[in-house]
């Protein structure tokens, strides 16, 4: 199902970003080309169309990116192969079984002088 999401969540990023694209910022865009008044889908339609697939697409968006947080696989199903990190937890030495080291420096005898 997290597979389904994320390919739906891709394909909403790819149209939303065609639609941006179209669309110019001074209100021409693929509007711009459509000069007749006289047409069935004209300048102001066909920006009206653009801007509800954006905000369409936008909301879109939003629902799958929520759909999946919530089945994402849990913790549970990706526990089947644990990381080494946790490996080398659960084989760590107990700290009260280390040997503890000399904390003073040893005294050497000096030599007997010979005469």
């Not at 509007?31 to 697939?53: H, P, Y």
């Not at 089947?80 to 503890?100: F, G, M, T, W, Y």
Request: aromatic fraction near 6%; proline fraction near 6%; hydrophobic fraction near 50%.
């Amino acid at each position: 199902m997290y597979t389904l999401v994320t390919i739906l969540i891709v394909a909403v990023c790819v149209f939303l970003t065609l639609i941006v694209l179209v669309q110019n910022s001074k209100g021409g865009g693929l509007a711009a080309n459509f000069s007749a008044s006289n047409q069935i889908m004209g300048v102001r339609k066909t920006a009206d169309f653009l801007e509800k697939a954006t905000w369409t697409l936008a909301g879109s968006l939003v629902l799958l990116c929520l759909l999946a947080a919530l089945v994402l696989p849990s913790s549970r199903e990706a526990n089947a192969s644990k990381s080494i990190l946790d490996s080398h937890i659960e084989n760590a030495a107990d700290p009260s079984a280390v040997p503890s080291f000399p904390t003073s420096i040893p005294t050497i005898p000096s030599e007997p002088e010979i005469e």
